[in-house]
């Protein structure tokens, strides 16, 4: 079966910058994929690239089996990618409901209502505060908006950016035991995460990534005793 | 009671006639307003449209007059629909040849090329219908008379005039109800809010983006329609008054808002037909302009606009 994600030699860049350089990776069906690195590695980017919003210069993206490298982004979300972005991005002058109903809009009434149900089952406060803009939630509530707003989009594969950024110790666990839940019910993730502790812990495989390539990656256990991740991401 | 010329019988009926010219301001800030909220810029062309409107409103009463439809209220709605819809068309045309190609250069440059469009339109129309004035025929007159006192002491308001009230009041709760209650204007708001938000969302925003242009257009449209058959003439150069003037309102209510746009346009007519008809007609477009640059002064976003903080 071909895996859910694809990628081969995926180059990008922003003008002269050039911020991945040859990515080989693959995101097999039902698993959790961590991706790890320091700040400006090109992991916004390679998220940004699989859901075409940033044009590869060369290299390819399978999605399903499918090539959608290069396609409109609205058709490659509209296959049941979702992302949760950096930074949450949320709309911030909608209510919470009509940043969720923004998620599920291509699902029909019933299934609509079933999904609400049970993103509401996983954060609560989305249901008490479902009227309130998106705008005035503190940074946590955010992240559980953006993260509701995928998941009302049925997604099979899920972009996580940074999740955990910002929240406090608390609220993140919450989080990345939210995650697992998701990934339990048979969604795809791709998550990005500087927490490399927290996303070793969750992921089934993972890879770090350094100036735009692949500079280690394997099983997520063992990239965890490997040594050199050790030190370089994992605090020694 | 009221003697001739009172200033309060002047007051009343200045206040209405504000209102008329506020309804059609704003009608047409509409446009700016949603172009600018939705992509950064101001559509320079959008008084010609407004201005074609008026001309494809007369050219097709005619036509379906040729055509044999001898029931006005027929003929008008008929001609009204066609307006809408080819109105639409152009705003749609002008954002596909002029704005698209441009997306993603510097911000002067879509500005430029409005300026250019607008124009090609003007000279469009001055070469292919004249430079003449146009008239257009008498359609509903009479006018409603409040006496107060003496019979010679009254406030009015023609057919027509209430017409434009009526139409602007349902216009703009149907474009109310579009923009924030279907899933379609909920696809326009997340748009306006984060493009690539919005992309990422599944949404095809270069339609949304030709939907806005359409709606604006259409809105223009039905400004240009009331306002001919109120005025019964127009030619090629009404866009540029009237485009700066709704301009002005769409700054004044606060650009990018929607129900800013429509006050804006309110309080820009009233201002100005208060102060023609109380203080001094030849200076009402200084006073209207002065208004504008006092509201910014201490309210630089406008009078309903918000400034651009994100709580990061």
Redesign the interface.
């Known amino acids: 079966m071909a895996p859910v994600l694809e990628i081969k030699g995926l180059h990008a860049g922003y003008g002269p910058i050039k911020a991945l350089r040859g990515i080989d990776l693959e995101v097999g069906k039902g698993e959790i994929m961590a991706l790890i690195g320091s700040n400006g590695a090109g992991k916004s980017t390679l998220l940004m690239t699989i ?1 075409g ?1 940033v044009k590869p210069t060369a290299g390819k993206v399978f999605y399903e089996g499918r090539d959608v490298t290069g396609i ?3 058709n490659i ?2 296959q049941g990618v ?2 949760v ?1 950096e ?1 949450r ?1 949320i ?4 209510t919470v409901l ?1 940043n969720l ?3 599920g ?2 699902l029909s009434v019933a299934e609509f209502g079933r999904y609400l149900s049970w993103v509401q089952e996983l954060f609560p406060m989305l249901s008490e505060r479902a009227q309130q803009l998106g ?2 939630l503190s ?1 946590g509530e ?1 992240q559980m908006l953006a993260i509701g ?1 995928a998941l009302m ?1 049925k997604p099979r594969l899920l972009l996580m950016d940074e999740p955990s950024l910002g929240l406090a110790p608390l609220i993140s666990r919450r989080i990345f035991a939210i995650i697992e839940e998701i990934n339990r019910r048979g969604t795809t993730i791709l998550l990005v995460e500087q927490n490399a502790y927290a996303a070793l812990r969750l992921a089934n495989r993972a890879c770090v990534l350094s100036t735009g390539e692949i500079v280690v990656s394997g099983d997520a256990q063992e990239m965890m005793d490997n040594p050199e991740v050790q030190e370089a991401y994992l605090g020694g | 009671m009221f003697t001739i010329g009172d200033p309060l019988i002047i007051l009343a009926q200045q206040l209405i006639n504000g209102l008329i010219l506020g309804s059609i301001y704003g009608l047409i800030a509409i446009g700016y307003t949603m172009v600018y909220g939705i992509i950064g810029m101001i559509n320079f062309a959008h008084g010609e449209i407004y201005m074609i409107s008026s001309y494809l409103f007369a050219i097709f009463l005619a036509l379906v007059g040729l055509f044999g439809v001898s029931s006005v209220p027929v003929a008008l709605l008929i001609t009204l629909v066609v307006t809408l819809v080819i109105t639409g068309l152009y705003g749609f045309s002008v954002e596909r040849i002029a704005y698209r190609p441009l997306r993603g250069s510097s911000r002067l440059a879509p500005l430029i090329s409005a300026i250019g469009m607008s124009l090609v339109l003007q000279n469009f129309v001055l070469l292919s219908q004249g430079a003449n004035t146009q008239i257009f025929p008498s359609i509903y007159e009479g006018v409603l008379r409040w006496s107060m006192g003496s019979k010679d002491n009254f406030v009015q308001i023609t057919y027509i005039q209430a017409m434009i009230i009526g139409v602007t009041v349902v216009s703009m709760i149907a474009l109310n109800i579009l923009i924030n209650h279907t ?1 379609l204007g ?2 326009c ?2 748009t306006q ?2 493009r ?10 270069d339609r949304v983006i030709s939907l806005t242009f359409v709606i604006g257009a259409a809105m223009a449209a039905v400004a240009g329609m009331l306002i001919t058959f109120n005025f019964k003439s127009f030619d090629f150069f009404i866009g540029f008054v009237a485009g700066i003037k709704a301009f002005t309102a769409a700054v004044l209510g606060g650009i990018g808002s929607i129900p800013g746009a429509m006050l804006g346009g309110i309080i820009l007519g009233l201002a100005e037909s208060l102060f023609a008809g109380l203080v001094n007609t030849d200076y009402k477009d200084v006073f209207a302009f002065g208004l504008l640059v006092t509201v910014l002064v201490f309210r630089p976003t406008g009078i309903l606009g ?1 400034p651009e903080v ?3």
């Open positions: 859901c919003i409109q982004s609205y979300m509209n979702a992302q972005p930074g991005r709309f911030p002058r909608m009509e109903q923004m998620g809009a291509k705008g005035t940074g955010q707003r989009s | 899933p909920r696809a708001r997340a809010q984060d690539t938000m919005a992309n990422l969302m599944g949404i095809n925003t918000q994100e709580k990061i």
